[in-house]
Each structure stands twice: as C-alpha cells, then as structure tokens.
C-alpha cells in the first residue's frame, strides 16, 4: 500500500502532526496545532490531510503501561471517534506509550534547548508513532 500517513499524537492543549513519505518508509515531523473544540479542529486536520495526500491517519493512543485505559485514553478515543465519523479517509488507533519521551530524547540528541524542544516536542511524538507504525507494518 502507499500513500502518505499522517499521524497525530493528540494532546489536551497541542496536538502533533507527522507525515511519511508516499511510499511509507520515513517520518518527518511537521506541524503543531493548538487544541480547540472540535469544530474548530476539523477543518484544519482535513486540509492538512488533503493537501498532504494522506490516505491514512493514525492517531497515538496513550494507554497506561500495563496497557489500561486512562483518562486520557478515553479523551483520546472520543476524538478519534468524531474524526472517524467526520472524515472520508481510514482513521485508526496506535500505541503511544512511550512516544513523547522519544521525542525528548531525539530532540536532546538534536541539540535543541529545553525551549525549542518544548514548541517542537509535540510533533516529534507524531513522528515517533508514526516511525513505530510504519516499522510494524513492515514486519507484517
């Protein structure tokens, strides 16, 4: 399958947005949006999917360690959710677990002060999920 994936690490003040190439084999980083009410926030993520050619967008879902449901895993599923209802393109869920401190880290490894890292964090987690899928989906 090909197509670019746009994946979203969706957070309560920010949500992250990552792209892969069309044919799936990398990640980049790309944008940070600020959290508003859904309304607001559909548009934005639909032409940030159309204008990408995203024919797929995965969303990082934030279980607990043990792989519980958190409060923010339910937040997480509602959004998701309405995305699924609102969009015409496939939108499914990820595990994220350990995706913001990945893009921490990746970020300290950068060089990137606390400051850069804090406006750019959000995003680099997207692209952490998104590297995760897409090396998963290789080994399938």
């Known amino acids: 399958m090909t197509g670019r994936i746009m994946a979203v690490d969706y ?17 980049k980083a790309h944008s940070v949006l600020e959290n508003c009410p859904f309304e607001e926030l559909l548009p934005q ?3 940030l999917a159309t204008s990408n050619k995203a024919s797929l967008i ?9 792989g519980s449901h958190t409060p ?9 959710n309405k995305l699924q209802e609102s ?3 496939q939108v499914i869920s990820y595990d ?9 880290t990746e970020l300290k490894r950068m060089g990137k002060s ?17 590297k995760s899928y897409l090396e998963n989906m290789e080994n399938k």
Request: glycine content about 4%; aromatic content about 8%.
């Open 72 to 80: 923010k895993t339910i937040e997480t599923e509602t959004f998701l």
């Open 87 to 89: 969009l015409d393109i």
């Open 96 to 104: 994220e677990r350990y995706s913001s401190a990945e893009a921490e």
């Open 45 to 47: 993520i639909q032409e």
């Open 114 to 130: 606390w400051q850069e890292a804090r406006k750019l964090v959000d995003a680099m987690a997207a692209a952490m999920i998104l």
């Open 58 to 66: 995965v969303v990082g879902m934030p279980y607990a360690i043990d």
């Open 11 to 27: 957070g309560t003040k920010r949500i992250g947005i990552a792209f892969s190439d069309p044919l799936r084999i990398f990640a």
